[in-house]
T-cell receptor, first 110, second 112 residues
Framework: GEDVEQSLFLSVREGDSSVINCTYT??????LYWYKQEPGAGLQLLTY?????DMKQDQRLTVLLNKKDKHLSLRIADTQTGDSAIYFC??????????FGQGTTLQVKP | DTEVTQTPKHLVMGMTNKKSLKCEQH?????MYWYKQKAKKPPELMFV???????INESVPSRFSPECPNSSLLNLHLHALQPEDSALYLC???????????FGPGTRLTVT
């Protein structure tokens, strides 16, 4: 079946690293995505990883994929107050649809 | 340019009104999507258009009627909505067969 799970809330101090975790169920997913949604806004595609990769780094963002455990994580280095948002991970099983997790609210304290 | 635009930003309508939401993209994408999102929840897929033809309808009530006039435009016609239809309506687009979807800012709909 298709199911994506995330923890609902994470609080960090400004300057610390944030790690947001996600587990998915469909091993046929070719790409896995991280989207960011700020209050009152649409979803912004942050980064994605192809299923045959273990890691992808893009400036302050590092995505780790453990395909055996179907576990995806997003690490944000030097977290800033502007990173406060809801982060959704999403998988793409062979259905032509994005399957989203419930979203993790990241709170960054000054 | 990775921009998807949506109009209007906000819409308040009564249950007997007819209104339309509009979405536009100029990225040459051939797949376009409508999603509904309630507060603090993930987006829920409503419709998918592929090459201007409706390819997925997620059992959406007929009071929502999508239309794709051309490859750059997507409309959502609304009629006789219910208060529980109040939500953020998001449009997205992607290359066909590739699932990297780009989202617009959404239309905040309130049904009174």
């Amino acid at each position: 079946g298709e199911d994506v799970e995330q923890s609902l809330f994470l609080s960090v101090r400004e300057g610390d690293s944030s790690v947001i975790n996600c587990t998915y169920t469909d091993s046929s997913s070719t790409y896995l995505y991280w989207y960011k949604q700020e209050p009152g806004a649409g979803l912004q595609l942050l980064t994605y990883i192809f299923s045959n990769m273990d890691m992808k780094q893009d400036q302050r963002l590092t995505v780790l994929l453990n395909k055996k455990d179907k576990h995806l994580s997003l690490r944000i280095a030097d977290t800033q107050t502007g990173d406060s948002a809801i982060y959704f991970c999403a998988e793409t099983p062979n259905t032509g649809k994005l399957i989203f997790g419930q979203g993790t609210t990241l709170q960054v304290k000054p | 340019d990775t921009e998807v635009t949506q109009t209007p930003k906000h819409l308040v309508m009564g249950m007997t009104n007819k209104k339309s939401l509009k979405c536009e993209q100029h990225m040459g994408h051939r797949a376009m999507y409508w999603y509904k999102q309630k507060a603090k929840k993930p987006p829920e897929l409503m419709f998918v258009y592929s090459y201007e033809k409706l390819s997925i309808n997620e059992s959406v009530p007929s009071r929502f009627s999508p239309e794709c006039p051309n490859s750059s435009l997507l409309n959502l016609h609304l009629h006789a909505l219910q208060p529980e239809d109040s939500a953020l309506y998001l449009c997205a687009s992607s290359q066909e067969g590739v699932y990297e979807q780009y989202f617009g800012p959404g239309t905040r709909l309130t049904v009174t």
